[in-house]
C-alpha cells in the first residue's frame, strides 16, 4: 500500500473576491498559513518519504510550512498546476455569463468539459494531471506522499485514482485547507477520507 495525502492549498488574499483564479500567483492570506500550520501539526507524525507541489506560490508554501516536520524534499511541478483560465482569468461568474455566454452554458452544465478561451479546457488540465501521476510510479509500495495543489486538480487526480469517470469531477468539494488521504493498491485505491476540515475546527474565520 501507498498513502497519498492530498492537500488543497490554504485560503488565499482573494478568497472573498469569488474570481477565477488559476495561472495567477495569488498569495496565501493570514488565514491561508494558519490553515497550513494546522495541517503541519496534523500531519507532523507521518512519516512522509516525498514532497510535491504546484509552483504556484499558494501551494508552494503551504507544502513547504507542512514540510517544515519532514525531512522530504519538496519538487515543485508544472503539472499540478491550476488551470489556465485565460481570458476569464479575474472574473467573477456574473461577468463570464456577459462576456463568454456559451462558457458559462458549459460551467453550468456538469457534464460538459469547458474550454476557456486564450486558455485551457478541462481535457487539457486532465492530461496533465495523467501526466503527473505517472510520476507516482516510480515510488515502492509502502510510501507516503504528500502532493499540495489546487481543486480541479486534485478533484481530476480523485477520479483516476478512483477509476471515475472524469466526468464526475465536480462532484467532489474540496475546501481550502481540506486533507483527503487515499491508499494504493494493486488492485486499486481507497478512499480513507476526503475533504476532511477538522483540523481547521477552532480557526476564526
Known sequence: ????????HGRTKLHQDDRFWGKTDVALSEIGIRQAENLRD???????????????????????????????????????AEANFGYVEGLTFREVQRLHPKLADDLNSWSARPKFPG???IDDL??????????????????????VAHGG????????????????????????????????????????????????AKQAD
Not at 59 to 72: F, K, L, M, Y
Not at 126 to 147: A, C, G, M, P, Y
Not at 166 to 177: A, C, D, F, P, V
Open 126 to 147: 486532465d492530461t496533465r494531471v495523467q501526466s503527473f501521476l505517472n510520476r507516482l510510479k516510480k515510488h515502492r509500495q509502502k510510501e507516503t506522499l504528500l502532493i
Open 153 to 200: 486538480t486534485l478533484q481530476l487526480m480523485i477520479c483516476h485514482l478512483l477509476g471515475i469517470d472524469m466526468k464526475h469531477w465536480r462532484k467532489l468539494r474540496l475546501s481550502q485547507g481540506s486533507l483527503s488521504i487515499i491508499e494504493t493498491y494493486p488492485q486499486g485505491s481507497i478512499v480513507n477520507c476526503l475533504n476532511d476540515v477538522s483540523h481547521l
Open 42 to 80: 496534523r500531519l507532523a507524525s507521518e512519516k512522509i518519504q516525498a514532497i510535491y507541489t504546484s509552483k504556484l506560490s499558494r501551494a508552494r508554501i503551504t507544502a513547504d510550512i507542512i514540510g517544515s516536520r519532514h525531512e522530504a524534499a519538496v519538487t515543485a511541478c508544472t503539472e499540478l
Open 119 to 121: 486558455g485551457e479546457s
Open 1 to 8: 500500500m501507498s498513502k497519498l495525502l492530498l492537500v488543497r
